[in-house]
């Protein structure tokens, strides 16, 4: 009898502890959430609860995503699939097929992604998961994006529209207006592309999603940037990059940096356009994120080049070379191939 309340009283402090460390994941405090999380692993462990050993290390592997330990991420997120196949628990394995393939994009093995992404989609209709499926939809997309697949990725992310829209989830719907955009964007529809930022960004803000707001405003100077205004775009970027470093969204600061290094060397400012490459080299660095660091190598070799020299611009291009081969970006692969072949 002891031993049953003392079980009852070990699943009722795990049940509190999770819906604490959810409140903090929801708030982005995502030490906190890990510290939570952690520990709920350790009381799962000491009842012998495998279901909710399996359910805690899914949250530990969400947390080391956040933080762009991608790894770590790696191997909790198998470590957690191992106990859910183990479990036969379907809405577990289709839940973290989708964040094994959101690890594998961030890693830019976008091929591997695909493949866990495709694996957990058919599972999510199977269950009925419209929110699961929907956002495991959302980064397929994203993906197509990627690869410089704009068409391809509009049509799908039209399909999740219609979807968040029934589903009532407005950052969801915000966050797919963002994704519309930006093909829109790629494809030089600029006049679309504002428009559905200009409609992600009202929802953003009635829902005080402060990442949100700065990825859309963000996505908004890019715009400008295209359409020949860099001034305005510098106005917004500026203003993003604030609000970035101030909800510690270092992912986030490293785009923002990386395009105001591309929109001062569009207005001829070398020296601060180098300055904040430089920047935003050194986070995408900490953060594991090649594909963001080949671009930034990219932009940086492309200045040096335009300033006639050549072995500074050859420099950064043979560091963006060590890392393509670490992602699956065969359109990448050839740029650089090319401006190096230019030089």
């Given at each position: 009898?002891?031993?049953?309340?003392?079980?009852?009283n070990?699943i009722?402090?795990?049940?509190?502890r999770?819906?604490q460390?959810n409140?903090?994941?929801?708030?982005?405090?995502?030490?906190?959430f890990?510290?939570?999380?952690?520990e709920?692993?350790?009381?799962a462990?000491?009842?012998?609860?495998r279901?909710?050993?399996?359910?805690t290390?899914?949250d530990?592997?969400?947390a080391?995503?956040?933080?762009?330990?991608?790894?770590e991420?790696?191997s909790?997120?198998?470590a957690?699939?191992?106990i859910?196949?183990?479990?036969?628990?379907?809405?577990?394995i289709a839940?973290?097929?989708?964040n094994?393939?959101s690890t594998?994009?961030?890693?830019?093995?976008f091929?591997?992604?695909?493949?866990?992404?495709?694996q957990?989609l058919p599972?999510?209709r199977?269950?009925?998961?419209?929110?699961?499926?929907v956002?495991?939809?959302?980064?397929?997309?994203?993906i197509?994006?990627?690869?410089?697949?704009?068409k391809?990725?509009?049509?799908?992310?039209?399909?999740?529209?219609?979807?968040?829209?029934?589903?009532?989830?407005?950052?969801?719907?915000?966050?797919?207006?963002?994704?519309?955009?930006?093909a829109?964007n790629?494809?030089?529809?600029?006049?679309?592309a504002?428009?559905?930022?200009?409609?992600?960004?009202?929802?953003?803000?009635a829902?005080?999603?402060?990442?949100?707001?700065?990825?859309t405003?963000n996505n908004?100077a890019?715009?400008?940037?295209?359409l020949g205004?860099?001034?305005?775009a510098?106005?917004?970027?500026?203003?993003?990059?604030?609000?970035r470093?101030q909800?510690n969204d270092r992912?986030?600061?490293?785009?923002?940096?990386?395009n105001?290094?591309?929109?001062?060397?569009?207005l001829?400012?070398?020296k601060?356009?180098?300055?904040?490459?430089?920047q935003?080299?050194?986070?995408?660095?900490?953060?594991?994120?090649h594909?963001?660091?080949?671009t930034?190598?990219l932009?940086m070799?492309?200045?040096?080049?335009?300033?006639?020299e050549?072995w500074?611009?050859?420099?950064?291009y043979w560091?963006g070379?060590?890392?393509?081969?670490?992602?699956?970006?065969?359109p990448?692969?050839?740029?650089?191939q090319?401006?190096?072949?230019?030089?």
């Amino acid at each position: 009898m002891t031993h049953l309340l003392n079980q009852v009283n070990h699943i009722q402090e795990w049940e509190k502890r999770r819906n604490q460390a959810n409140c903090c994941y929801k708030q982005g405090q995502i030490s906190e959430f890990l510290t939570l999380s952690t520990e709920n692993l350790h009381l799962a462990r000491t009842i012998g609860d495998r279901n909710r050993e399996g359910h805690t290390l899914n949250d530990i592997g969400l947390a080391y995503l956040s933080n762009w330990q991608l790894d770590e991420a790696l191997s909790t997120f198998h470590a957690a699939f191992r106990i859910a196949t183990e479990l036969d628990n379907k809405r577990s394995i289709a839940t973290i097929l989708s964040n094994l393939g959101s690890t594998l994009s961030r890693q830019g093995q976008f091929a591997g992604a695909l493949d866990y992404y495709h694996q957990a989609l058919p599972l999510f209709r199977q269950l009925e998961d419209a929110q699961g499926e929907v956002s495991t939809l959302n980064d397929v997309a994203l993906i197509y994006s990627k690869l410089g697949e704009p068409k391809r990725s509009l049509l799908l992310q039209h399909q999740i529209l219609a979807m968040r829209r029934q589903l009532g989830d407005f950052s969801g719907e915000a966050t797919t207006l963002n994704g519309i955009g930006f093909a829109y964007n790629t494809l030089g529809k600029f006049e679309q592309a504002l428009e559905f930022f200009g409609e992600a960004l009202k929802i953003a803000r009635a829902v005080k999603n402060l990442a949100l707001e700065a990825t859309t405003l963000n996505n908004i100077a890019s715009v400008y940037s295209d359409l020949g205004q860099p001034k305005q775009a510098l106005l917004l970027y500026h203003q993003v990059l604030l609000t970035r470093r101030q909800i510690n969204d270092r992912s986030g600061e490293a785009t923002t940096l990386n395009n105001l290094g591309y929109t001062y060397s569009n207005l001829g400012d070398t020296k601060e356009a180098l300055e904040f490459y430089k920047q935003a080299i050194c986070i995408y660095q900490e953060l594991g994120d090649h594909l963001g660091e080949i671009t930034t190598w990219l932009n940086m070799g492309c200045i040096y080049s335009v300033t006639d020299e050549k072995w500074l611009a050859l420099s950064c291009y043979w560091n963006g070379q060590k890392l393509v081969d670490k992602i699956q970006h065969q359109p990448l692969k050839n740029k650089l191939q090319q401006l190096i072949k230019s030089l």
